[in-house]
């Protein structure tokens, strides 16, 4: 997903792929949504709660940009990076993980949630 010269590049998904992990990719981008906006600034004051609502609202943008790719058939590769950074400020690391394996949806078996998990 990352070109020799480290610029993050979508992945086309297969219309059959899209159809199958629909669910499953909705499924982890409104989970990602409502954690990144039930999460709270580490700790009080006005800087932290700034910086805790812009980091929210990066979150909310790349998930946007992820909705958006998906439903012209790719992983927007921008949208990956976007939210997983914001989720990883944060401090919700797992939940970047669980971003960043949305690129290997279609590279998982029946067996598999599809989220790389």
């Known amino acids: 997903m990352t070109t ?3 610029t993050p590049q979508s992945k086309s998904i297969a219309p059959d ?5 629909d669910q499953v990719f909705m499924q982890v981008v ?15 004051g006005n800087l932290a709660a700034m910086f805790h609502k812009e980091q929210v609202t990066e979150a909310l943008q790349g998930c946007a940009m992820l909705i958006a790719g998906w439903n012209e058939g790719k992983i927007d590769a921008a949208g990956v990076s976007r939210a997983s950074r914001a989720l990883k400020a944060l401090g919700e690391t797992e ?4 971003v960043e394996g949305l690129v290997n949806i279609d ?8 989220d790389g998990q």
Do not use: H, I, N
Request: hydrophobic share 25%; charged share 25%.
């Open 4 to 6: 020799p010269a480290g």
């Open 17 to 21: 792929d899209r159809k199958k992990y």
């Open 30 to 44: 409104m989970s990602v949504q409502q954690q990144a906006q039930a999460s709270s600034p580490p700790q009080p």
């Open 95 to 98: 939940w970047a993980a669980r």
């Open 107 to 114: 590279e998982v078996g029946d067996e598999g949630d599809g």
